[in-house]
């Protein structure tokens, strides 16, 4: 398997950001820097990666709050999430003040993404999956080769996203779990957003929100 990961909880809310990075170039992502940047940096110092690019589920500000200061920081392109989540990057300085969090700067990506595309990290290609419901613009980010998917906070190890912040929708965050998570096979295991890591298929079967059982 050439695509290596480590999780980096990040933030009060123990967001998992991920350090992605290609086996056979040392090319990394980081994915959703939501927050204590220099806790990233060493997990990147570690690693003896280079980071080539940000990549982001959606923006919320646990996942998108150190976004803009680390790309300045490492001289790296943002993509993701998909634009529907403009609302939310524009809205991260409230979002601070709601919960608490330093104020970030506003940013704009250097790639909305939309559903069916790819991005690369190194030698590596993750397709691009438009996951609604828990924001309108919420994107995950899945390696056919390795079987992992980072899911953000569409789904969690028996549980699933919230849907009462402005713009989500629980019908529709149930659809994106079914209609395009889970046919990707039980086999699959995901990076959730936040808590440890599980596989579609003991979400089938356990998950009291989307398991098959329920219809």
Same mark, same amino acid.
């Given at each position: ?30 994915? *959703? ?71 970030? *700067? ?7 993404? *939309? ?101």
């Amino acid at each position: 398997m050439s695509l290596k990961y480590r999780i980096i909880p990040v933030t009060p809310f123990q967001q998992n950001c991920s350090l992605l990075w290609c086996e056979d170039t040392l090319k990394a992502a980081v994915v *959703d820097p939501g927050g204590d940047l220099e806790r990233i940096q060493a997990a990147i110092n570690a690693e003896g990666v280079t980071v080539e690019k940000i990549l982001l589920t959606h923006a919320h500000i646990d996942h998108a709050g150190g976004t803009a200061e680390l790309a300045r920081e490492l001289t790296a392109p943002i993509e993701g999430p998909h634009r529907e989540d403009e609302f939310w990057i524009k809205g991260l300085p409230m979002q601070s003040q709601m919960f608490g969090f330093p104020e970030p *700067d506003v940013f704009t990506p250097d790639r909305w993404l *939309d559903d069916g595309e790819e991005v690369t990290i190194g030698n590596q290609t993750l397709k691009v999956l438009h996951c609604p419901g828990h924001t309108p613009g919420h994107v995950v980010f899945y390696h056919p080769e390795s079987q992992l998917a980072l899911v953000g906070d569409v789904l969690f190890h028996g549980s699933i996203g919230r849907t009462d912040f402005p713009k989500g929708d629980h019908p529709t965050l149930i659809r994106s779990i079914r209609e395009k998570l889970f046919p990707l096979g039980d086999q699959v295991s995901f990076i959730p957003g936040h808590g440890p890591m599980s596989d579609f298929g003991t979400e089938r079967q356990t998950n009291p929100f989307v398991a098959d059982h329920r219809g």
